[in-house]
């Protein structure tokens, strides 16, 4: 398991839409976000889960990383995913990046760090017995504007036995 666990906004809100927030709690215990995350998911322009990161950051189980190295340089990525990447070059232990957006993926990839998405935490969740069901979970993203895709449902809920 990696020492240190940096997330992206995307898996912060699509785990707020299903409630899924704890799950990362439970998960690795202490989650952190570079402060160009925290300006995306607590602008006031996402739609939900506001209240619960607010929440989580007085907990103190999510943290915020700051400040984040300015070099590389990734301009296809939005800021959020580029310092995900840099604080994860930056330190100088083994570090996993909670990130959906393929791009950054890719590229997270590309530098030799650890990278999983949303799915992979809801897929997580239920072998660590956080919750009954997966496919009941990626079911309630069909209500929200959250998309993951198909394939990648398959392949989580094939791998945790549904």
């Known amino acids: 398991m ?10 912060l809100i ?4 299903v409630g899924g927030l704890p799950w990362l ?6 989650v952190w976000m570079p402060i160009e995350v925290e300006r995306e998911v607590l602008s006031g322009r996402v739609s939900c889960g506001e209240e619960d990161l607010r929440g989580a950051l007085v907990d103190k189980w999510l943290r915020i990383f ?3 190295p300015d070099e590389p340089e990734f301009p296809e990525l939005d800021e ?16 996993l ?3 959906d957006v393929r791009a950054g993926r890719s590229i997270a990839i590309e530098q030799g760090l650890l990278v999983a998405g949303t799915a992979a ?22 209500n929200s504007d959250f998309r993951i895709a198909t394939e990648v449902i ?4 094939h791998r945790v036995g549904e």
């Open 2 to 11: 990696a020492r240190l666990v940096l997330t992206d906004a995307s898996p």
């Open 14 to 17: 699509g785990l707020s839409i």
């Open 25 to 30: 709690k439970g998960l690795f215990g202490e």
């Open 66 to 68: 700051q400040p984040t």
């Open 80 to 95: 959020g995913e580029a310092a995900c990447i840099r604080v994860a070059l930056s330190i100088q232990e083994e570090t």
């Open 97 to 99: 990046i909670l990130m």
């Open 121 to 142: 935490v809801i897929g997580m969740a239920k072998t660590r017995g956080l919750i009954p069901s997966a496919r009941d979970i990626f079911a309630r993203f069909h």
């Open 154 to 157: 398959q392949t989580v809920l």
